[in-house]
């Protein structure tokens, strides 16, 4: 379960890796977004 408002929704790919985005916002402004990874082994 990811916590943040700034978190998107995780999103599993067909190998079973995990996908989140995260979205830094200030003042009202998007200044930062990233695309985040963890790899199953």
Known sequence: MILSQF???P???A???LYSTHH???EG???EADIY???RK
């Open 11 to 13: 999103s599993l790919d």
């Open 37 to 39: 990874v963890a790899y």
């Open 7 to 9: 978190a998107g929704e």
């Open 15 to 17: 190998a079973g890796n």
């Open 24 to 26: 830094y916002f200030q």
């Open 29 to 31: 402004v998007m200044l």
